[in-house]
């Protein structure tokens, strides 16, 4: 599925029709707006825009995606039959609930982070959401971190699992040799000792697995003198809560939490 082909999420809702609306409300042009109810960054608003398009409904958006919104800031109004408006409601505040929370979770700690680390980059995981996966990875870069691979597609990253099945983290680099170019080598290690021999054999970026921060930060020193552009990426059960820990001692940090636990952010939809 394409990141706005959209028509999916509303078949799972509308399924053969909206039978409340269709009953209760008048086949009447009419008019609405979604307000949020919570300071937050904004994200979903060109996917709400479009489940409003494909019901014959037309908005317009008051703020853009990755703007940062006060409590109660009107954010979206929308035009168009009434029975297509209130159809779409459900589905267009999901991806704006979402969406939001995720790129504002994302931007609280990315804010938090560069008040002691300016350089720290806050990353995604493939933890996600099936089938919602673009969105959510779009909604971290809207609030300002970094999405990490899409997918097992579009970079290697050689995990426990895969060394363990090929004979170690040399024997796991040695089969990197062929790489295509452009293609990024990450590989998770626990302990220095790995991360000095895949930074030795041309790993890219060196996962520091469950690591503590002083042992991710010694890494990063031994193996910078190794490739300065080599990056240190923590990972491993960080949260918001203890992620400043790593502030200084690595460059990137992955969170799981940014998208498989995030808190929503409220909207409402009145009409006017």
Not at 111 to 119: A, G, L, M, N
Not at 165 to 186: F, H, L, Q
């Amino acid at each position: 599925m394409s990141e706005m082909d959209l028509r999916p999420f509303l078949d799972e809702d509308v399924g053969s029709g909206d039978i409340t609306t269709e009953m209760f409300v008048p086949d009447i042009l009419g008019k609405a707006v979604i307000m949020c109810e919570e300071d937050a960054v904004i994200a979903g608003l060109e996917e709400a825009a479009e489940i409003f398009r494909l019901l014959g409904a037309d908005s317009e958006q008051l703020v853009v995606d990755g703007e940062r919104v006060r409590k109660d800031t009107d954010v979206m109004i929308v035009e168009g039959p009434l029975r297509s408006i209130l159809t779409g409601e459900r589905v267009a505040l999901n991806f704006l609930m979402r969406m939001s929370g995720i790129a504002t979770e994302t931007n609280s700690i990315m804010t938090k982070v560069r008040e002691r680390d300016k350089h720290l980059m806050i990353a995604g995981t493939r933890k996600t959401t099936p089938g919602f996966r673009a969105f959510e990875k779009k909604a971290i870069a809207l609030g300002g971190g970094w999405p990490h691979r899409n997918g097992l597609y579009d970079m290697i990253l050689i995990k426990d699992n895969h060394i363990l099945a090929c004979g170690g983290v040399s024997k796991a680099m040695e089969r990197t040799s062929n790489v295509p170019d452009g293609i990024k080598v990450e590989i998770e290690v626990t302990n220095i000792t790995d991360g000095i021999v895949a930074a030795k054999m041309g790993a890219d970026i060196i996962m520091a697995d469950h690591m503590s921060p002083s042992e991710t930060k010694e890494l990063m020193k031994k193996t910078k003198l190794i490739h300065k552009d080599i990056l240190i990426e923590a990972s491993g059960n960080i949260t918001k809560d203890n992620v400043m820990d790593f502030a200084g001692c690595a460059d990137i940090v992955s969170l799981g939490s940014l998208t498989h636990s995030p808190k929503a952010v409220h909207f409402s939809l009145d009409l006017k």
